[in-house]
């Protein structure tokens, strides 16, 4: 479960205004799925934001160490934020 804004990007479909580098990257490594958006009354004490439930399922790893890395560092470039060492 995390703050809605974030399943919308996570699960953002290209093209878009909440899709990038986190949409991608998980695309690429996974199916995500927003499943539903909680209602704020559904805790107590209530949140001022809403939250929604985001499945993922990760895919059977069939990609090199180094095809992962040229991917997330192709995605980090393409979307403009720099790569941490």
Known sequence: MV?????????ANRGTKDYGILAVVLKYFSETKLCFKNLTQCFYPKPKVFSALVHIRFNEIGHSEEEQKIVRSYCKAA???????
């Open 79 to 85: 979307f403009g934020t720099e790569e941490k060492p």
């Open 3 to 11: 703050q809605l804004e974030v399943a919308k990007r996570m699960t």
